[in-house]
């Protein structure tokens, strides 16, 4: 069986026809002819064609016109509009991409080129026989009403005699790309916000209300930058690889109380982000697997790893209740996010590793510089004393002196013996108060002194006192019991003081609870999540007397109204 014949374009020539030839093509090829250049062109792009025969005086000319189509079907078919354009701001040729756009564009990138035309021919000198063509390059930004942004690429087009003739531009839409990196800007600015944690503003607030403030602002960027409502933030805990919920907005209680670890398989897409250290994206929560219950009627979710030195830390998970809600572009930004909210939990940990490590020594310092100048003190006031013998006024006031002098030795001895002191609890005198007098109080720390010490000092006040040695303890006592008040240490050996405070709470929303921590010590972030869902108060050991009553007695009022 035969193959299909070879086609052969003839380009005839009536006064040069060379009809034996054709003849004996015919005898072994499908000859298409004609005697016009542009049909030729029609067939040539029309038909599969082998060969072309023609006079050489014709091929030329052909060639020419085939080179010109290519040319022309080339700058048609790129993703750029391209411009000739002449000194006088004329449009000479603009290709189909440039013909697309609007007048308005158009406008725009005529103006400019007849502007670099300007440029190019005050720089362009008549050549020399040792001198290089001028072809350098102009590029341009335009800012189209403040709707549209275009990148253009100006080049001259310069003759024999080395003048600057035309100029071709080169134009495409960088929108895109403008906002994506006025996006970005925007998030490393938010970001650098994140971790500026000095500043008079700061300098006044506790461990635990910069938590807060940082909760806030990580809030108030997700929700209004990054147009993320529904969000939870969890940190990983390093002993028990356990995924602890830090911050979260929109997310249901049932979502946050699931326990997640750190692995691949079982704990969800949180637990394999921070187990592998990728980001995922969800498109579909009810065709993917490891999806695990979040955000009511969620359809997708975004999870990237918090990264701190490469290292994970936790991971920063987004829900939404569209399908296909978050694309690479999602991703992105809230990577370069999560690096910053890294930092700046992780500048805050170390701020408490410096007070937790340097707090002691702080105080055995200051009562090792202190002992000399009260001792000093004392010996003055005492040889004082006996000179103004019959002198009460003064001897009183030297008294003063003396008890103030023994007020400061026993403070600074209560501070050195660090947290697990309530600073003037032996000084307290029973007595009955309006407020404490009769009101179920729960005291749980795992710390004997500190648990015994608070609870002596508020059953001088009258105070119904009920103590737990452990978490488990006094979760199973707020369980069972109707307190009017909980207090419990933030760091026990087997619950954190935000367990005890989610157990008081759901029992009771309106039982009042305050925290307790060493030095602002919070390696859960309890304050921040207990801080979301209604905490009274935290109290920053070793903390007076005072301010352990202060803080009672507002809780109570609080819940007595």
Not at 120 to 149: G, M
Not at 171 to 179: E, K, L, N, P
Not at 226 to 238: C, E, K, T, Y
Not at 394 to 423: C, F, H, M, W, Y
Request: charged share 25%.
């Amino acid at each position: 069986m035969e193959g299909p014949r070879n086609k052969v374009l003839v380009l005839t020539n009536p006064s040069t026809v060379n009809a034996a030839a054709i003849e004996a093509l015919k005898s072994t090829c499908d000859i298409l002819e004609t005697d016009s250049i542009d049909k030729a062109i029609e067939l040539i792009k029309s038909d599969r064609v082998t060969a072309i025969f023609s006079e050489a005086a014709d091929f030329l000319p052909l060639e020419r016109a085939l080179i010109s189509q290519q040319a022309n079907l080339i700058l048609n078919t790129i993703g750029e509009g391209v411009c000739i354009v002449d000194g006088e701001g004329r449009c000479n040729w603009m290709n189909k991409k440039m013909q697309a756009w609007p007048a308005r564009i158009h406008e725009k990138i005529r103006r400019t080129c007849q502007e670099a035309f300007d440029i190019f021919s005050k720089q362009v000198s008549p050549p020399t026989p040792d001198a290089l063509p001028f072809s350098r390059s102009k590029r341009y930004a335009l800012n189209i009403e403040d709707q549209q942004y275009m990148e253009l690429i100006a080049s001259p087009v310069i003759n024999p005699r080395g003048q600057v003739v035309q100029v071709v531009a080169v134009v495409w839409d960088a929108t895109g790309t403008r906002r994506l990196q006025q996006k970005i800007d925007a998030i490393d600015k938010a970001g650098r916000e994140l971790v500026r944690l000095e500043g008079e503003a700061l300098s006044g607030l506790n461990v635990g209300q910069r938590l807060k403030l940082l909760e806030d602002k990580i809030i108030s960027f997700t929700s209004e930058l990054m147009h993320f409502d529904h969000f939870g933030i969890r940190l990983l805990d390093r002993k028990t690889n356990k995924l602890e919920v830090v911050i979260s907005t929109g997310l249901p209680p049932e979502a946050l109380a699931i326990d997640l670890y750190a692995e691949t398989e079982g704990n969800g897409i949180s637990g394999y982000v921070a187990a592998t250290g990728r980001s995922y994206i969800c498109p579909d929560v009810e065709r993917d697997p490891r999806y695990i219950t979040g955000l009511d009627s969620a359809k997708s979710s975004l999870t990237v790893p918090l990264r701190l030195h490469d290292k994970v830390i936790g991971i920063f998970n987004i829900e939404s209740r569209q399908r296909a809600a978050f694309n690479e572009d999602d991703r992105q930004f809230a990577e370069i996010f999560g690096r910053y909210v890294a930092i700046a939990l992780n500048i805050l940990d170390l701020m408490v590793v410096e007070r937790v490590s340097t707090s002691h020594k702080v105080a055995d310092d200051v009562c090792a510089e202190a002992a000399g100048p009260l001792n000093d003190i004392a010996s003055d006031a005492n040889a004082l004393m006996d000179d103004y013998i019959g002198h009460d006024d003064l001897r009183k006031r030297l008294q003063q002196i003396l008890d103030n002098v023994g007020t400061i030795r026993k403070s600074l001895r209560q501070v050195a013996e660090g947290p697990n002191t309530v600073i003037g609890a032996a000084d307290v005198q029973p007595q009955a108060d309006p407020v404490i007098a009769d009101t179920s109080i729960l005291v749980a720390d795992d710390e004997p002194n500190i648990r015994n010490t608070l609870s002596d000092v508020l059953r001088k006040y009258r105070g119904l006192v009920t103590v737990a040695a452990s978490g488990n303890e006094a979760i199973a006592l707020v369980e069972q019991n109707d307190f009017d008040l909980v207090i419990s240490d933030i760091k026990m050996a087997d619950k954190t003081g935000y367990d005890v405070f989610a157990a008081a709470h759901k029992h009771n929303p309106n039982t009042p609870v305050i925290l307790m921590t060493g030095f602002g010590y919070d390696p859960n972030h309890s304050i921040v999540r207990a801080s979301q869902e209604g905490l009274h108060a935290v109290l920053f050991k070793p903390f007076k007397v005072d301010q352990l009553l202060n803080e009672v007695r507002r809780a109570l009022q609080v819940k007595a109204t």
